[in-house]
């Protein structure tokens, strides 16, 4: 199991740095087969770099055809993560955000949860129309309701017999 990193004693090391070889579940992530892969985690001073790559395999449900499949999840990344005083002000709940506000940033004292942005980050890589293949037909429905056709639509088919 993967424990946070403190960022305090990253910071103290000699390196800087921390090389983590995944190959676990990553919680609350629904997988077929463990996350694996390669972060690095590397003390900049005022920010904290996290790269790397990992994937694993998820299984989702067709948008179309409502069948389930199994899809390849994989991202990487390279994540810049700012260091705060922890002793700063809380942010008040009306402002006017710049865009240099939008970067993450985290308490120079905290521990960095490498699970936990590992979800996020492959949370992130799931499609947004689950598809089993381009060409999916989607449900057809049983031959007794195709018989019964919509009348609604014999216009438009008398229409279209007419122009062709």
Request: charged share 20%; net charge negative.
């Amino acid at each position: 199991m993967i424990k946070p990193i403190e960022l305090t004693k990253l910071a103290a090391s000699p390196t800087h740095q921390v090389v983590l070889e995944i190959n676990e579940a990553v919680p609350d992530l629904n997988c077929l087969t463990p996350v694996q892969g390669e972060v690095i985690v590397h003390h900049q001073g005022d920010f904290v770099e996290v790269a790397g790559c990992v994937h694993t395999i998820v299984t989702l449900q067709c948008h179309r055809c409502l069948q389930s499949f199994n899809y390849r999840l994989e991202t990487n990344f390279d994540e810049v993560l700012w260091l705060v005083d922890s002793t700063e002000d809380k942010v008040p709940q009306e402002r006017e955000v710049v865009l240099t506000a939008l970067d993450e940033h985290i308490p120079h004292d905290s521990q960095l949860d490498v699970l936990d942005l590992l979800y996020q980050l492959l949370c992130l890589e799931l499609p947004s129309q689950n598809l089993c293949s381009v060409d999916c037909p989607g449900v057809s429905p049983p031959p007794e309701i195709q018989a019964l056709s919509d009348q609604r639509w014999s216009a438009l088919a008398q229409l279209k017999q007419e122009l062709s």
